[in-house]
């Protein structure tokens, strides 16, 4: 995308989606490693035990869960 056309109000907005975009992909990439190093203890096969299965997803959902909440304590705050 050339940006020569963009309006400030425009650099902004795309430049406020991109830093979203990175914080999701930082929030995915350490909760996949809290997760894992949590769930998962030997060497994985071709697919998840039960037991990882659902570690994984309760681990998912807690984390999840505490950046939610976390969001909302630091907009409170505001």
């Known amino acids: 995308m050339d940006a020569s056309g963009l309006n400030s109000a425009e650099l902004q907005r795309l430049i406020s989606q991109e830093k979203e975009r990175a914080m999701v992909n930082e929030m995915v990439a350490k909760l996949t490693s809290a997760c894992w190093d949590k769930c998962i ?8 035990s039960s037991s990882e299965s ?25």
């Open 54 to 78: 659902t570690c994984l997803a309760n681990c998912a959902q807690r984390y999840m869960d505490m950046s939610i909440i976390i969001v909302k304590r630091f907009q409170s705050m505001q």
């Open 41 to 48: 203890t030997g060497t994985p096969g071709s697919k998840f």
